[in-house]
């Protein structure tokens, strides 16, 4: 018991003494030990480099879960170091209620068998951003948390005890500055035809007592140097070390792109697919969009609509919203912010206009177009 309390008095004194010498630095009153340029920009380096992993890692978790409930469960998991439960993804989910929809509305039907295909390609999807997700965590946002978690931590301590022994080190500096002082005052001669015998007795020990702190002071002063000058080296290879894991990060970067560029090649590749099967269905059953975009469309051309003239009244200006090919001879390509002229006919689908541009003439389709009055 006793031990610790010495222990702690010693600790409460070492505290007391580095709060003190802090204090009088940003006073004023003391003089820092300055760390060399070289030193200074590693220390910012590496705070920059913190500063920017820890947003890119957030901000990656949000881009991969945009849920923060999700992601607070998985936090908790991580923390107890339990597997998280699998979650099904939301391209699967709808992808499971267009399929049960389709037992409802019968499968044999137009919508029934259309949904049937989207709610298979939805699987698809959801099942490639899930091997997304699970490759993205993997390559990139786990050596992220490493570093954070890991290396960072150990370099923060490694700082902050280098401070600590930079306070000891100037503080010593201190009280060597005032021993040598007091030492210089005590050695100063007397005055033997004013000071008495007994005076200058006391004097000469004062001197000697001042010279026995000054001895003292110095090597407390050595020995902190040397720990200052250990602990400010060990701190050193740590903050180089952050160029090794600026090569981590950019490996770690390619490989989350190249997982990134997979998964959307893959999603494009199903919804081409789906595009295919879906043109590939009677166009009598679809909407004009699918039969039009798809290569399997089948051509109407409308000889009729090439002859048709424009009525003298109930022409109306459009404007263009988006490109548009033409799928046939018999329609108009459009491009977007362009203004033509459209009309209909008797007998023309709704979701068809005649439209006009110059001498050019033929079919475009409504949703492409905003009517002006």
């Not at 003089?31 to 920017?52: P, V, Y």
Request: hydrophobic share 40%; net charge negative.
């Amino acid at each position: 018991m006793d031990f610790n309390v010495k222990k702690l008095a010693s600790g409460a004194g070492l505290f007391f003494t580095r709060a003190v010498q802090f204090t009088e630095e940003k006073l004023g009153q003391a003089e820092k030990t300055e760390l060399d340029a070289h030193f200074e920009n590693l220390m910012s380096r590496a705070d920059c480099t913190k500063h920017w992993t820890e947003k890119i890692f957030r901000q990656t978790e949000v881009l991969l879960q945009p849920n923060p409930s999700a992601r607070i469960e998985e936090f908790f998991y991580e923390k107890l170091d339990m597997k998280a439960p699998s979650r099904v993804t939301n391209g699967e989910l709808l992808g499971q209620y267009m399929e049960d929809a389709a037992k409802e509305f019968g499968s044999e039907t137009p919508y029934g068998n259309t949904l049937i295909k989207v709610g298979e390609c939805e699987r698809r999807l959801g099942a490639a951003e899930r091997e997304f997700l699970q490759t993205s965590a993997i390559s990139f946002l786990t050596p992220l948390r490493n570093f954070l978690e890991g290396d960072w931590r150990t370099i923060s301590k490694e700082r902050r005890l280098l401070e600590n022994l930079r306070l000891d080190l100037d503080a010593c500096k201190t009280r060597l500055k005032k021993a040598k002082l007091a030492e210089a005052k005590a050695a100063m001669a007397p005055d033997f035809q004013e000071t008495r015998p007994r005076n200058y007795v006391l004097s000469a020990s004062a001197s000697a007592l001042w010279t026995e702190e000054v001895e003292k002071a110095e090597h407390e002063l050595r020995v902190a140097q040397t720990e200052f000058d250990r602990q400010a080296e060990v701190t050193r290879l740590l903050l180089e070390g952050i160029s090794s894991t600026h090569v981590n990060h950019l490996r770690c970067l390619n490989e989350f792109v190249e997982a990134q560029a997979a998964y959307y090649k893959q999603c494009h590749f199903h919804m081409q697919e789906l595009q295919k099967e879906l043109g590939s269905l009677p166009t009598k059953l679809l909407p004009n969009a699918f039969a039009l975009n798809s290569t399997h469309a089948m051509a109407t051309p409308g000889p009729a609509s090439e002859e048709v003239q424009a009525p003298a009244t109930g022409t109306r200006k459009a404007k263009v919203l988006y490109d548009y090919d033409a799928a046939d001879s018999s329609e108009l390509s459009l491009l977007a912010d362009e203004l033509i002229t459209v009309y209909t006919v008797p007998g023309m689908d709704s979701d068809w206009l005649i439209g006009e541009r110059g001498n050019q003439k033929g079919k475009v389709p409504v949703t492409y177009l905003e009517l002006l009055s």
